[in-house]
């Protein structure tokens, strides 16, 4: 099973960008990464997905070396409405969602 | 689109006694799975159904059991709760259940005395 490991938390400005790096050591071939946020009281939401190399949507990047060992997600420009936890979770064939990382509370501050 | 409603939101329920949980998906999406939240442990994953068919398990006892109905509907039952099983229990469903975006719920909080 891979393991994953992210920071317990983190502070930044408002404006500033926002990286949170997970280390999931035993990935296996087939395995995809995805960041996920959530907020108090609620399920976590999407966030952005990937395999390898970078992925970029609206809201993140997903920044994921050649060995796979590690990823990181950037939040370009924060602003206090980014104040959550956020996730990562690698995702295993046929379903295999069984590791969580311990989550990253990041606080934006203005 | 309607989103994943789970039901009850909040449940209080005595040690020993059994509870059961519903978690109605995003409608075309076939992949339920399930988790439970606490301060302690973080997020953990209980088990998906994919089509009725319980294709993965976390590591939980088997107090701990679920099924999925043809609607893709799906209900998990925890029997003899401990004090231990109090927790956020949040169900996710997704188009199918690798490589595709997953959509929770609010969550059931589940306060057992």
């Known amino acids: 099973l891979a393991k994953t490991t992210q920071p317990i938390s983190m502070d930044s400005y408002e404006g500033q960008e926002v990286n949170i790096t997970c280390s999931h050591n035993?990935?296996?071939?087939?395995?995809?990464i995805t960041w996920y946020q959530q907020f108090p009281s609620q399920g976590p939401r999407f966030i952005i997905q990937?395999?390898?190399t970078k992925v970029t949507n609206e809201v993140a990047s997903l920044f994921i070396p050649a060995d796979r060992k590690s990823s990181t997600l950037s939040l370009p420009r924060v602003s206090l409405s980014d104040t959550a936890v956020y996730y990562c979770?690698?995702?295993?064939?046929?379903?295999?969602?069984?590791?969580f990382g311990g989550g990253t509370r990041v606080l934006v501050k203005p | 689109k309607a989103g994943v409603t789970q039901t009850p939101r909040y449940l209080i329920k005595t040690r020993g006694q059994q509870v059961t949980l519903s978690c109605s998906p995003i409608s075309g999406h076939r992949s339920v799975s399930w988790y439970q939240q606490t301060p302690g442990q973080g997020l953990q994953f209980l088990f998906e159904y994919f089509s009725e068919t319980q294709r993965n398990k976390g590591n939980f006892p088997g107090r701990f059991s679920g099924r999925q109905f043809s609607n893709s509907r799906s209900e998990m039952n925890v029997s003899t709760l401990e004090l231990g099983d109090s927790a956020l229990y949040l169900c996710?469903?997704?188009?199918?259940?690798?490589?595709?975006?997953?959509?929770f719920g609010q969550g059931t909080r589940l306060t057992v005395v």
């Open positions: 035993n990935i296996a071939t087939n395995d995809y």
């Open positions: 990937g395999y390898k």
């Open positions: 979770l690698v995702e295993g064939a046929a379903g295999n969602k069984l590791t």
């Open positions: 996710a469903s997704s188009l199918d259940s690798w490589g595709t975006e997953a959509f």
